[in-house]
């Protein structure tokens, strides 16, 4: 099993900028990619960035140049740094973690972009 703990989501204004990070513990030594994905009321979950543990970066259209996925293999950790943010981009935040056959999500954090 592995357990996603998610921060960092908020309010901010169009313009602003939020850094998401997401702790993985537990059985961790499986996983070969993490992500995040987001899904805003009446749509569906969308894989927002992920990231192979070959370093190997993915991301939607939508955040191409806008966000960007990290980690930190030491600590465990997920980060998604996200700039020019939009009141499309409102939505709850979710960590993934996967393995070969199963995948793992955090309960999420809501990131609201408003004046």
């Known amino acids: 099993q592995v357990q996603l703990v998610e921060s960092g989501g908020g309010l901010v204004q169009p313009g602003g900028s939020l850094r998401l990070s997401c702790a993985a513990s537990?059985?961790?030594?499986?996983?070969?990619?993490m992500g995040w994905y987001r899904q805003a009321p009446g749509k569906e979950r969308e894989l927002v960035a992920g990231?192979?543990?070959?370093?190997?970066?993915s991301y939607a259209d939508s955040v191409k140049g806008r966000f960007t996925i990290s980690r930190d293999n030491v600590k465990n950790m997920v980060y998604l740094q996200m700039n020019s943010l939009n009141v499309e981009d409102t939505a709850m935040y979710y960590c993934?973690?996967?393995?070969?056959?199963?995948?793992?999500w955090g309960q999420g954090t809501q990131v609201t972009v408003s004046s």
């Open positions: 993934n973690a996967q393995e070969r056959i199963t995948g793992y």
């Open positions: 990231q192979t543990n070959s370093g190997r970066t």
């Open positions: 537990g059985s961790i030594s499986r996983i070969y990619a």
